[in-house]
C-alpha cells in the first residue's frame, strides 16, 4: 500500500533554532501534501496545503513566514519551523494522495508524525 | 467542506462488535467518507473508505445509508489493540483537503 515516511520521527532543539521536517511518499507520486499538528489529546489541525511546483496554501491563522513549505519534487515536501520556540512544540504530521490527472478517491495516507520539543 | 460529529468516546470489551456512528448533514454529492485510526505518537492510519451502501474490508465494514448523512464504522471482535482514537472525515472527489473533527477515543478492556 501508499506509504509515506517522516524524517526526523523526533527532535529536540533549543530555541530560537529553526528545524525542517521531511515528508516523503515513497511508492507514488503526490502533487498535493498536507500538514497538521497535534497537541496532546486533541485532533489534528490543518496547517497547511503543500503544492508541487508553487506556493503552499496556508490554512487561516497559519504563519507561513514561521511555517516555511517546499515542495520541490512529486515525492518530497519540507515544512521547516523558523527560530522555533517552545511554543511551537508539538507533533507534526503530513499526508499525500497518490493523483492521477488531477483527480483521485484514493485516501490519504499520513506518515508517522514528528515530534517537535523546543527547549 | 463537510462538518462531522462522532461521539467523544466509547467504551468496549474484548470480542465484542464495536459500532461508531458519524453524522455528516452537510455532506456534498461528490464526498467520501473515510476513517482512519489513530494510536499516540503515531499518524492517522486508513482503515476504510466507502460513498454509499456498505463496504468491508479485513478489519472493518462501513454502513452507509442511502441518505449519505451518518455513517457506522463497524468493528468486529475488537481487541485491547484496538484501543485508539477514530475518526470519521468526509472529503470529495476533487478536494483534497481533509478538516478533522474531535474523533472517537474508544477504550477496549479485557
Known amino acids: 500500500g501508499a506509504v509515506v515516511s517522516q524524517h526526523p520521527s523526533w527532535v529536540i532543539c533549543k530555541s530560537g533554532t529553526s528545524v525542517k521536517i521531511e515528508c516523503r511518499s515513497l511508492d507514488f507520486q503526490a502533487t498535493t501534501m498536507f500538514w497538521y499538528r497535534q497537541f496532546p489529546k486533541q485532533s489534528l489541525m490543518l496547517m497547511a496545503t503543500?503544492?508541487?511546483?508553487?506556493?503552499?496554501?496556508?490554512e487561516q491563522g497559519v504563519e507561513k513566514d514561521k511555517f516555511l513549505i517546499n515542495h520541490a519534487s512529486l515525492t518530497l515536501s519540507t515544512l521547516t519551523v523558523t527560530s522555533a520556540h517552545p511554543e511551537d512544540s508539538s507533533f507534526y504530521i503530513c499526508s499525500a494522495r497518490l493523483t492521477r490527472g488531477g483527480v483521485s478517491n484514493q485516501p490519504q495516507h499520513f506518515g508517522d508524525g514528528t515530534r517537535l520539543s523546543i527547549l | 467542506l463537510a462538518k462531522t460529529t462522532q461521539p467523544i468516546s466509547m467504551d468496549s470489551y474484548e470480542g465484542q462488535e464495536v459500532n461508531i456512528t458519524c453524522s455528516h448533514n452537510n455532506i456534498a454529492t461528490n464526498d467520501y467518507i473515510t476513517w482512519y485510526q489513530q494510536f499516540p505518537s503515531q499518524g492517522p492510519r486508513f482503515i476504510i473508505q466507502?460513498?454509499?451502501t456498505k463496504v468491508t474490508n479485513e478489519v472493518a465494514s462501513l454502513f452507509i445509508p442511502a441518505d449519505r448523512k451518518s455513517s457506522t464504522l463497524s468493528l468486529p471482535r475488537v481487541s485491547l489493540s484496538d484501543t485508539a482514537v477514530y475518526y470519521c472525515l468526509v472529503g470529495g472527489y476533487n478536494t483534497d483537503k481533509l478538516i478533522f473533527g474531535t474523533g472517537t477515543r474508544l477504550q477496549v478492556f479485557p
Open positions: 466507502g460513498y454509499k
Open positions: 503543500s503544492n508541487e511546483g508553487s506556493k503552499a496554501t496556508y
